[in-house]
C-alpha cells in the first residue's frame, strides 16, 4: 500500500467507539448512545437530529488526528453494518463512498419509509450516520464486511 493509502478496522459500540490504523489502536470512551443522547429530541429521528449527529460524530472523529490526505480501506464485523448492508445493498460485503452516499441520501429523503420499516432503531441510524461521516472526514472509500 502506498504512503497515500492506509487500512482502519473500526467496531462502533454503544459506549465505545474502537479504531485501529496501522496497527495503532484508539479508543473513544463516547459511543452510540453518546451520539443518540446529544442529538436524538423528542423521541423521534428527522432533520435535525441527523445534522445534531454530524455534528457530534465530526466533534469525535477530529479527536483521531489522523492525516485526512491518505485514502482508507475499511474493514468491520459490525452486526450494524450487516443490517445497513441487508437494508440498502443487498448484503453486499463491499461498500464504496459512492454507494454509501446514494443510500444515505435516500434514507434521509424517505426517512419515514426507514423509520417504519426499521422501527425506531435509533443505534442503527447513529451507526449509519457515523459511517457516512467516518467516508467523509477520515478519507474512507471503501468497507469491507467481515463474517
Known amino acids: 500500500m502506498s504512503d497515500l493509502q492506509a487500512e482502519i478496522a473500526f467496531s462502533l459500540a454503544d459506549e465505545q467507539l ?3 490504523v ?19 429530541r423528542f423521541g423521534g429521528i428527522d432533520a435535525l437530529a441527523i445534522e445534531n ?21 475499511s474493514q468491520t464485523a459490525d452486526e ?4 445497513i448492508s441487508t437494508l440498502f445493498f443487498n448484503d453486499a460485503k463491499h461498500i464504496d ?3 454509501l452516499e446514494h443510500a444515505f441520501n435516500e434514507w434521509v429523503e424517505r426517512l419515514e419509509y426507514y423509520t417504519n420499516k426499521v422501527g425506531h432503531d435509533f443505534k442503527l441510524w447513529a451507526y449509519f450516520v457515523m459511517i457516512r ?15
Open 18 to 20: 474502537k479504531f485501529e
Open 80 to 83: 450494524s453494518m450487516r443490517q
Open 53 to 73: 449527529m454530524i455534528y457530534v460524530i465530526e466533534e469525535l472523529l477530529e479527536q483521531l488526528k489522523l492525516d485526512f490526505r491518505k485514502q482508507r480501506k
Open 97 to 99: 463512498r459512492n454507494m
Open 22 to 40: 496501522d496497527g495503532q489502536i484508539i479508543e473513544i470512551s463516547k459511543g452510540l448512545n453518546f451520539i443518540i443522547a446529544q442529538s436524538v
Open 133 to 147: 461521516e467516518m467516508m467523509h472526514h477520515l478519507n474512507v472509500f471503501t468497507i469491507n464486511l467481515n463474517n
